[in-house]
């Protein structure tokens, strides 16, 4: 759930004056933290094991990423940065709405459908909802990130004139659910296996269409 500008003010590089920094030391870190909260959960982690497993010391990762509530939403974030260029125009040119948006839909289930999302989701979701802080930064850097970033791509086609919206974050929330549909909540359950991925396409083009069909121009807005 990485991005260039933290909207949450992850503390990082803070390497002495004169001295590299070591991206591997970075990556060791982030590695070991995402294994230990898988897993023990958020809260039984602890910067030691944590600094234990990456190989290095409590100053150094203290020194790079603040404390566990930035390296937690660190890992959220490079979780989620698989997606980030897909927010993004084609370098190749315009691509139609329903194209443009059916990738974005696949991207997104595909990442929150992987085994390992859905134990991190459900190892971690639980724990962070006993810190309001931890769980306003967590949204913020994954669900909300993906809500602005779907509702800015939604502004800018109502501007075009190729869907009609009052909200587009509420927009951006409909078409969410219509991807999603129950899918995750039964995967976390354990009550189905990960869909395999023409499944997936197929889901998030289907949501695509019902959204698109929903938001024409001359339908009725939403209340």
Known sequence: MVDGASCCG?????????????????????????????????????????????????????????????????????????????????LDGPMPLADRLTAIGTALLDMLFEPDHVRFDRLISGEIAQSPKLARRFFEVAPGKCRSALAAIIDEAAAEGIVAVDDAELAAEDLTALWKGF?????????????????????????????????????SKEG
């Open 10 to 90: 992850v503390i990082r590089g803070r390497a002495g004056p004169g001295r590299p920094r070591d991206p591997a030391k970075d990556d060791a870190i982030l590695s070991a933290a995402r294994e230990s909260f898988l897993e023990k959960g958020f809260h039984a982690s602890t910067i030691e094991d944590i600094a234990a497993r990456a190989g290095v010391s409590k100053v150094t990762l203290y020194n790079r990423f603040g404390d566990k509530e930035a390296l937690f939403e660190e890992v959220v974030r490079v979780e989620m940065g698989r997606m980030n260029a897909l927010f993004e125009p084609s």
């Open 183 to 219: 899918c995750d909540f039964q995967l976390k359950l354990g009550l189905i296996e990960r869909p395999p991925h023409a499944a997936i396409v197929a889901r998030a083009a289907r949501g695509t269409a019902v959204f698109l069909r929903a938001y024409a121009p001359g339908n």
